[in-house]
């Protein structure tokens, strides 16, 4: 436990810049129109799809007894993995709609 207080205290600025971030991107989506929100979600896709390669270079690269590395590098390709899918599945489902019947 001491060790990830020490960490935190180390990379203060790092969580201050972490929380700005988390106001500022809720700030941002909150004044984009119902509209656009779809669109904005295949957009991510990509994104995620860079994020997943970056956490598995962190795997890969995490030294032996780094755990922390290990466990975030994990959660971030599962998170990552599961943000695309819903992306594409979110995004199929709106073609749908443009799709003419029969």
């Given at each position: 436990?001491?060790?990830?207080?020490?960490?935190?205290?180390?990379?203060?600025?790092?969580?201050?810049?972490?929380?700005l971030?988390?106001?500022?991107?809720?700030?941002?989506?909150?004044?984009?129109?119902?509209?656009?929100?779809?669109?904005?979600?295949?957009?991510?896709n990509?994104?995620?799809?860079?994020?997943?390669?970056?956490?598995i270079?962190?795997?890969?690269?995490?030294?032996?007894?780094?755990?922390?590395?290990?466990?975030?590098?994990?959660l971030?390709?599962?998170?990552?993995?599961?943000?695309?899918?819903?992306?594409?599945?979110?995004?199929?489902?709106?073609?749908?709609?443009?799709?003419?019947?029969?």
């Amino acid at each position: 436990m001491n060790q990830i207080l020490n960490w935190i205290a180390a990379h203060q600025e790092m969580a201050y810049i972490v929380i700005l971030m988390i106001f500022v991107g809720i700030e941002i989506i909150g004044k984009v129109p119902s509209v656009l929100h779809t669109p904005l979600m295949s957009g991510a896709n990509a994104i995620h799809g860079v994020v997943i390669i970056g956490a598995i270079i962190v795997m890969g690269q995490a030294e032996e007894g780094n755990t922390i590395a290990l466990v975030l590098g994990f959660l971030a390709v599962i998170l990552g993995t599961l943000n695309v899918v819903g992306g594409f599945v979110v995004t199929d489902r709106m073609l749908e709609m443009f799709k003419k019947k029969k």
